[in-house]
């Protein structure tokens, strides 16, 4: 399947049913009065994360959505039909933003982040009035009725930003594809030619005790990549939401690069692409070292990890020497970013609780006084 991460679409909830004119006309019942029923309300437009689906790919071929329209009104004060909501399905990780048709600006609408995460793009069109809604004492036979309100439209852009708990960063050919088809069931394209990787690749690891986490391998950077070098800053986004960044450095000496190098080549794009990267916990993994021919070339890529206060290790991603210690590393980063995420949910909760509207009949002195509940279960015993 094509893997697409950017995409524009265009959204329109239904609009809303128009009101009924009638007049109750019955044999025997004179001077029956209005009873024209009110329109149906539009249809809304939803968007809604599915695990199912990892590419924003389909909307390249079905970029128009549109919701159904509302029914109108009829005699017997019989209201239209509401007009059914339309959900469209999203991969997880998709952020949504509204485009300004004239500008091209963009607003942030949404940030699907959990599977089943719904959100409203657009909202259908309220229902017109029937002219038995306009009948007074004084206009016993008003002809007013309303037309229905328009739904609302937008142009919308989606991108798409995995997530993974573990993102492996390095230049091409630095082993990360390998990796990553060694420690989980992915099944990336390896060659021995520079960027075969074109697009992310993911991959679950499952580790003892019922532990796992999402590892994302993405396309290698070079030099200049946060201009647009090479495959440039197309795919970074996607380690945005990472917990922790593993190194994968090449110490073999077949590229003809100095590994030291790489690895500061590395760390200065993702910090020029977005400050909060290089701020992330970083794991450094000396890979190759079955092809190793120079021991100093490891040496001094220690030297400088230790420097900057970071893990290292001496790995093989081929004879998966060492790649279980790096694995087991990453995992307390991990677990720890999501029990922080996870107070800060609760504490999210907890806020809109606190923050939700009072009843609009609310008394003070009309609710019944607070109990306590251990003497009030002991009474009952």
């Known amino acids: 399947m094509q893997f697409v991460d950017e995409v524009d679409i265009h959204v329109q909830s239904g609009h809303?049913?128009?009101?009924?004119?009638?007049?109750?006309?019955?044999?025997?019942?004179?001077?029956?009065?209005?009873?024209?029923?009110n329109g149906g309300l539009g249809g809304s437009v939803y968007a809604v994360a599915d695990p199912h689906r990892?590419?924003?790919?389909?909307?390249?071929?079905?970029?128009?959505?549109?919701?159904?329209?509302?029914?109108?009104?009829?005699?017997?004060?019989?209201?239209?039909?509401?007009?059914?909501?339309?959900?469209?399905?999203?991969?997880?990780?998709?952020?949504?933003?509204?485009?300004d048709p004239e500008s091209g600006e963009l607003e942030q609408v949404a940030d699907l982040t959990t599977v089943g995460q719904r959100v409203l793009l657009a909202k259908g069109g309220r229902g017109g009035l029937g002219n038995a809604h306009f009948a007074t004492s004084t206009n016993r036979a008003p002809r007013k009725v309303q037309p229905g309100e328009d739904g609302e439209e937008f142009d919308l852009h989606l991108t798409l930003k995995l997530l993974a708990d573990v993102g492996l960063v390095g230049f091409p050919n630095a082993g990360k594809s390998t990796l990553i088809s060694v420690v989980s069931a992915a099944k990336p394209k390896i060659a021995d030619y520079p960027f075969t990787t074109l697009t992310p690749n993911l991959g679950v690891v499952a580790l003892s005790g019922d532990r796992s986490f999402v590892v994302a391998d993405v396309p290698g950077l070079i030099e200049g990549a946060h201009e647009g070098?090479?495959?440039?800053?197309?795919?970074?986004?996607?380690?945005?939401?990472?917990?922790?960044?593993?190194?994968?450095?090449?110490?073999?000496?077949?590229?003809?690069?100095?590994?030291?190098?790489?690895?500061?080549?590395?760390?200065?794009?993702?910090?020029?692409?977005?400050?909060?990267?290089?701020?992330?916990?970083?794991?450094?993994?000396?890979?190759?070292?079955?092809?190793?021919?120079?021991?100093?070339?490891?040496?001094?890529?220690?030297?400088?990890?230790?420097?900057?206060?970071?893990?290292?290790?001496?790995?093989?991603?081929?004879?998966?020497?060492?790649?279980?210690?790096?694995?087991?590393?990453?995992?307390?980063?991990?677990?720890?970013?999501?029990?922080?995420?996870?107070?800060?949910?609760?504490?999210?909760?907890?806020?809109?609780?606190?923050?939700?509207?009072?009843?609009?009949?609310?008394?003070?002195?009309?609710?019944?006084?607070?109990?306590?509940?251990?003497?009030?279960?002991?009474?009952?015993?």
């Open 54 to 99: 990892n590419t924003l790919v389909h909307f390249q071929f079905n970029p128009e959505y549109k919701a159904q329209r509302g029914g109108n009104g009829a005699g017997s004060l019989r209201s239209g039909r509401a007009g059914k909501d339309l959900e469209i399905p999203v991969p997880v990780g998709t952020l949504i933003h509204k485009k």
């Open 229 to 381: 070098h090479g495959l440039g800053d197309q795919f970074l986004r996607h380690i945005e939401r990472t917990k922790v960044l593993v190194h994968i450095v090449d110490v073999s000496g077949a590229s003809g690069r100095d590994p030291v190098e790489d690895f500061e080549i590395i760390r200065r794009e993702l910090e020029l692409y977005n400050p909060e990267l290089i701020a992330k916990p970083q794991l450094v993994a000396a890979n190759k070292i079955d092809a190793l021919d120079d021991p100093k070339r490891v040496t001094a890529l220690e030297k400088r990890a230790k420097k900057l206060k970071l893990k290292f290790f001496q790995i093989s991603a081929v004879t998966q020497e060492g790649v279980k210690a790096l694995i087991e590393a990453a995992w307390p980063i991990i677990a720890k970013a999501r029990e922080t995420e996870a107070r800060e949910i609760e504490l999210a909760l907890e806020e809109e609780e606190d923050d939700a509207p009072l009843p609009a009949d609310y008394n003070p002195a009309l609710m019944p006084p607070l109990r306590d509940s251990k003497k009030t279960s002991k009474k009952r015993r």
């Open 16 to 37: 809303g049913g128009s009101g009924s004119l009638s007049f109750r006309r019955e044999k025997f019942v004179p001077r029956g009065g209005p009873d024209g029923g």
